[in-house]
């Protein structure tokens, strides 16, 4: 069993920045593929960012690419997500997410077994 928190989320501007974080439990953190879900009002649960379980390899939605960056610290068992140039349309719940099975970094919902239970991202105009 794998439990994940994640933390961070807030209010901000457009054009502002956050720095989400997510703390995983159990020692076998450094194994897992991570990734960032989110989930905006009245919309399907969608793909922000992944990482290898190394960390070398990191893969991002398009329209997130160039302003998100995901990151991980092994040592501590901590799976970041920066996020530079906000905008009102990241307005959403965002989760981070463990596959602990597949060698391959997913970029859907279906592998993930563990999630955590989201924190709040608002972006003002």
């Known amino acids: 069993q794998v439990q994940l928190a994640e933390s961070g989320g807030g209010l901000v501007q457009a054009g502002g920045s956050l720095r989400l974080s997510c703390a995983a439990s159990?020692?076998?953190?450094?194994?897992?593929?991570m990734a960032w879900f989110r989930q905006a009002p009245g919309k399907e649960r969608e793909f922000a960012a992944a990482?290898?379980?190394?960390?070398?390899?990191?893969y991002y939605a398009d329209d997130v690419k160039g302003r998100f960056t995901i990151s991980r610290d092994n040592a501590n068992n901590m799976l970041y997500l920066q996020m530079d140039s906000l905008k009102p349309e990241d307005t959403a719940v965002y989760y981070c997410?463990?596959?602990?099975?597949?060698?391959?970094?997913?970029?859907?919902?279906?592998?993930?077994?563990?999630w955590g239970q989201g924190t709040q991202v608002t972006v003002s105009s």
């Open positions: 990482t290898s379980r190394s960390g070398r390899d990191t």
């Open positions: 159990g020692r076998m953190f450094p194994r897992y593929n």
């Open positions: 997410a463990a596959d602990v099975h597949i060698l391959e970094v997913a970029t859907t919902a279906g592998p993930y077994e563990y």
